[in-house]
C-alpha cells in the first residue's frame, strides 16, 4: 500500500511539470519550443507511462488480495453470520423518539435550538424534513416513522392490541363503517324461483380518535447525559406507561367522550348483553370452572364465530389459580397454563382487569376474538416539554419539576377501539377463584 501511495505522488509531480512546460513562453526568437524543452517532455512522458504501468499492476494486485482475503477467525461464542456475510444491524426501534426527546428537553422546547444541538451532537438527521413541526397544544408533532417505531413497540405491550386486532387509520379523527349484525340468508331452490331477498343486516360502528395522555418526569441529569441507556430508558418509559392505561380503557372503559369503551362494556344495553356478559357459577369447583369457561366459548360458538382463534384476558390472580387447579389425582387441569395457553388458546394477563370488584373480592375473565376489534389510530404521537410545570405522583402528592431539576414530558396519542361483531366478547363476572 505504501508503494501505490509513493508511485501515485510521483506521478503528480510528473504531471505538474509537464504542465508547467506546456504552459510556458515559447523563447524569444522561436515560434514554438526549443530543442531543449521537447527533449524534457519526452523524458517525463516516458516517465510518467512506467509509473503509470507500475501503478496499474500494483493497484490490481491490491484488488486481488482483498476479493481473496480470509475474514478472521470469531471470537468464541460469537454468532456466525449466514450466508458469509455479516447482516446490516436495523437501528434499535423506538431510539430515534427517545434522542428526539432528550433533544428537544434539552433545548428548552425551541425547535430551532433543538436542531441545532442535534447537528452539535452528530445527529445531523434527527429532524431532517420534518424538525418536530408545531402540535395543536404547542407540542411537537413527532414525524410519522418515527412515531410508527414506538407504536410497533407499545402494540405487544398492550393486552388488547397484541392479541392482533385490526388497526386502521382516523385521517379525521372519526370514522363509521357498518357493523354485521345477522347473516346473508341462502337457500337451495329451482329453476326460475326467487333467491331468498333477505341478506346481511348491519349496525354501525363509530369511531372517534380518543385522546390518552401521559406525563413523565425525568430526571435533569439523565437528560444531560447522551447516551443509548438514557434513550432506552426514557422510550421504555413512555411505552409501558401508555400500555398500561390504554389497556385501562380498551378492557374495561365505561366509554365517555373523551375515553373509549372497552370490549367488557361494547355489548351494554343490546342484546348480546345477556348472551356474553355471564357470572360465575356459585361455590366453584373443578368441574364448575371448566364448565363456566365453556360457557364462554359456547357464548362466541352460538353467533357462528370460530372461538378456537379467540384470545383469554384475566387478572394475573385467577391465571395464577387456573394454573395450579389440580383435579382429585393431585394432576394438574390446565397443564398448558404454563405455556401461557387455557384450552388451546393464549392467554393474556393483566392487572387492568382488577381482583377487587362487586364485594371487594371479585375478578373478571374475557374471551375475545381479535379478528373483528378494531383499533382506529389518528395523529401519531405528540410531545411537550416543561421544567416548570407540576405533576402529581404516584400518591397524589403535588410535585414542582422546577423544584426537583426534572423535565415533564407529556406524550398525547389519539385513538379508539370498536367491534365489527358485538358477539365477538365474550365476559364472565363475579370470579373469585383464588380468593
Same mark, same amino acid.
Given at each position: ?9 510521483? *506521478?503528480?509531480?510528473?504531471? /505538474?511539470?509537464?504542465?508547467?512546460? !506546456? %504552459?510556458?513562453?515559447? #523563447? &524569444?526568437?522561436?515560434? +514554438?519550443? $526549443? ?66 426527546? *432528550?433533544?428537544?428537553?434539552? /433545548?428548552?422546547?425551541?425547535?430551532? !435550538? %433543538?436542531?441545532?444541538? #442535534? &447537528?452539535?451532537?452528530? +445527529?445531523? $438527521? ?82 372517534? #380518535? ?226
Amino acid at each position: 500500500m505504501d508503494k501505490i501511495l509513493e508511485l501515485r505522488a510521483r *506521478r503528480e509531480a510528473i504531471l /505538474a511539470e509537464m504542465q508547467e512546460l !506546456v %504552459a510556458a513562453e515559447p #523563447a &524569444e526568437g522561436e515560434e +514554438d519550443w $526549443g530543442a531543449e524543452a521537447q527533449s524534457r517532455y519526452d523524458e517525463l512522458k516516458a516517465e510518467d507511462d512506467k509509473v503509470s504501468a507500475n501503478l496499474a499492476r500494483l493497484e490490481d494486485l491490491e484488488r486481488r488480495r482483498a476479493a481473496s482475503a480470509t475474514p478472521l477467525a470469531p471470537l468464541p461464542g460469537a454468532e456466525q453470520p449466514q450466508g458469509g456475510a455479516a447482516p446490516a444491524q436495523a437501528a434499535e426501534k423506538g431510539l430515534r423518539f427517545a434522542r428526539m426527546a *432528550r433533544t428537544i428537553a434539552a /433545548a428548552g422546547g425551541v425547535p430551532f !435550538v %433543538a436542531q441545532q444541538i #442535534a &447537528e452539535a451532537n452528530g +445527529d445531523s $438527521g434527527l429532524f431532517a424534513n420534518q424538525s418536530a413541526g408545531s402540535g395543536p397544544e404547542g407540542g411537537f408533532l413527532i414525524p410519522e416513522d418515527v412515531s410508527e417505531e414506538v407504536i410497533e413497540l407499545l402494540r405487544p405491550r398492550s393486552v388488547v392490541t397484541a392479541m392482533g386486532p385490526r388497526v386502521v387509520p382516523l385521517p379525521n379523527g372519526n370514522m363509521t363503517m357498518n357493523r354485521r349484525a345477522s347473516g346473508a340468508t341462502f337457500a337451495y331452490g329451482g329453476e326460475q324461483t326467487d333467491a331468498p331477498a333477505t341478506g346481511v343486516t348491519f349496525g354501525q360502528v363509530r369511531l372517534s #380518535a380518543k385522546k390518552l395522555r401521559g406525563i413523565i418526569p425525568m430526571s435533569n441529569d439523565l437528560l444531560r447525559a447522551s447516551s443509548t441507556a438514557v434513550d432506552r430508558l426514557i422510550r421504555d418509559d413512555a411505552v409501558e406507561d401508555a400500555a398500561q392505561i390504554q389497556d385501562r380503557f380498551f378492557l374495561r372503559g365505561v366509554g365517555t367522550e373523551y375515553a373509549p369503551k372497552g370490549l367488557r362494556y361494547q355489548t351494554a344495553g343490546t342484546s348480546f348483553e345477556s348472551t356474553h356478559v355471564l357470572t360465575m357459577t356459585a361455590s366453584p369447583t373443578v368441574q364448575k370452572v371448566d364448565n363456566d369457561l365453556g360457557r364462554l366459548e359456547l357464548a362466541l360458538g352460538n353467533a357462528n364465530l370460530d372461538y378456537s382463534g379467540a384470545h383469554w384476558v384475566m387478572s394475573p390472580r385467577t391465571a395464577m389459580y387456573l394454573t395450579n387447579l389440580r383435579d382429585g389425582n393431585g394432576n394438574k387441569v390446565y397443564p398448558e397454563m404454563g405455556d401461557g395457553m387455557l384450552r388451546k388458546k393464549p392467554v393474556h394477563i393483566t392487572t387492568e382487569i382488577p381482583d377487587n370488584l362487586g364485594g371487594g373480592t371479585e375478578s373478571e375473565i374475557g374471551l375475545v376474538h381479535p379478528s373483528h376489534v378494531i383499533v382506529g389510530e389518528h395523529m401519531g404521537i405528540e410531545i411537550a416539554m416543561s421544567t416548570e410545570a407540576a405533576y402529581k405522583d404516584a400518591n397524589g402528592t403535588m410535585q414542582a419539576a422546577f423544584s426537583r431539576d426534572e423535565t415533564l414530558l407529556r406524550l398525547i396519542m389519539q385513538h379508539d377501539l370498536g367491534l365489527r361483531h358485538l358477539a365477538a366478547a365474550a365476559w364472565l363476572t363475579g370470579v373469585t377463584w383464588g380468593v
